[in-house]
């Protein structure tokens, strides 16, 4: 079994560099032909932080920090980032 960094994976969901891209899709295929497969631990949060990356003024790591606050029921995820001012379920610090 191995593990995949969080940049390779959003790069084979969101196809966003093709040539970075192509490489992911190269290992997922050479993963399949082995036999083996890969698991997103917390599926649900991690499709949440993506879309909200896609649509929203933070990054994925962001969105999936803030998702996993809220899983823990915090109240909010306290932040310096401005690009975070106004999301939901994030309070800026200043």
Do not use: W
């Not at 399949?32 to 933070?58: C, I, K, M, W």
């Amino acid at each position: 079994m191995r593990g995949i960094d969080t940049n390779v994976l959003v790069r084979y969901v969101a196809g966003d560099d093709a040539r970075q891209t192509a490489v992911v899709e190269r290992l997922m295929e050479q993963s399949s032909e082995a036999g083996q497969s890969f698991h997103v631990e917390n599926d649900p949060l991690v499709r949440r932080s993506l879309d909200a990356s896609r649509y929203g003024t933070g990054d994925f790591a962001d969105y999936v920090i803030g998702e996993m606050c809220l899983a823990a029921a915090c109240e909010d995820c306290i932040t310096f980032d401005r690009g975070l001012k106004g999301a939901a379920g994030f309070t800026l610090l200043r």
